[in-house]
């Protein structure tokens, strides 16, 4: 186990890598980026019985407090670096990590009058237990959608960005066919003659590690009629830091939609899509209590 220097460390580490990431990355990504630069003991590198290498999990929990006391925030397997997470991460460890179990203490103390924190072991309590097991099983079912996308071809997922766009009440009178597709891989319309405006012009990239780029942003743009059309540039990949730019910098709109984004909007319109649509990607709810 960690000893209380480590854990000070670690906490400045993961919020220093988060800073440096432009503020949000996938837990699994920031973790491994960390196990890069660690020392880590042979037993911290052993699982345990029922799975799972013993400094990843204990980092986990770790992070419920990093939460608690408003450094990071989590959402859908994502965590981001919050204002005051920012701030302290260029103070020593040691205060962060002093700073991290106030919080946390006061969270608990508030929320259970009755029950305050174990101010020596800072051992997890059920709740966090059971907000591990949510956050756990969230990653997991989310983590197997996006490996099933990151599996379809180029043409399926173009496929199931225009079913997603049915979904949300537009109609798609054009999916570019396999060759060139002249920059408009989907053109999604708000009614089906085409009256109402904006029409809006999509790029779909379906790769595994290249990022968007600024040039792609440039020729979506280049395609884009401002007066009467809006862009979307889907990219499973995610986007680089100057398409970003040129997004901001442009004069027609483009929204960007990663691949975690648009599994959230997956879900989200799920129930409006009809049964044919929900062929391209089929989900079933599974319901159970959550952690507050």
């Given at each position: 186990m960690a000893t209380l220097e480590q854990k000070g460390e670690r906490i400045k580490l993961a919020l220093t890598i988060l800073k440096e990431n432009g503020g949000e990355m996938h837990h699994r990504e920031l973790i491994d980026a960390m196990g890069d630069n660690l020392r880590l003991s042979e037993d911290e590198l052993s699982t345990y019985d029922g799975g799972g290498v013993k400094w990843k999990v204990q980092l986990r929990y770790s992070s419920i407090g990093w939460a608690k006391a408003g450094f990071i925030r989590k959402r859908k397997g994502i965590w981001y670096l919050t204002p005051e997470g920012e701030e302290i991460s260029s103070r020593p460890a040691e205060e962060i990590r002093k700073t991290v179990k106030e919080r946390y203490r006061e969270w608990k103390n508030r929320r259970d009058e009755d029950q305050p924190a174990d101010v020596e072991t800072e051992a997890p309590d059920d709740e966090d237990?059971?907000?591990?097991?949510?956050?756990?099983?969230?990653?997991?079912?989310?983590?197997?959608?996006?490996?099933?996308?990151?599996?379809?071809?180029?043409?399926?997922?173009?496929?199931?960005?225009?079913?997603?766009?049915?979904?949300?009440?537009?109609?798609?009178?054009?999916?570019?066919?396999?060759?060139?597709d002249g920059g408009t891989d989907v053109l999604a319309m708000p009614d089906a003659l085409g009256v109402k405006t904006p029409h809006v012009r999509v790029q779909v990239k379906h790769r595994q590690d290249q990022k968007c780029s600024g040039p792609e942003i440039d020729s979506l743009q280049g395609n884009i009629n401002p007066l009467r059309e809006t862009g979307l540039f889907v990219s499973t990949s995610g986007f680089s830091p100057p398409a970003k730019q040129k997004v901001r910098m442009g004069q027609a709109h483009i929204e960007l939609i990663d691949l975690d984004r648009f599994i959230e909007l997956w879900i989200e319109n799920y129930p409006n899509l009809s049964e044919e649509d929900r062929g391209f990607l089929r989900l079933r709810p599974v319901y159970f209590l959550a952690p507050d």
């Open positions: 237990d059971t907000a591990l097991v949510f956050e756990t099983a969230e990653d997991r079912s989310l983590t197997e959608i996006r490996d099933h996308i990151r599996a379809l071809g180029p043409y399926e997922m173009q496929d199931l960005v225009a079913a997603l766009l049915r979904g949300m009440g537009y109609v798609t009178p054009f999916i570019a066919p396999k060759g060139p």
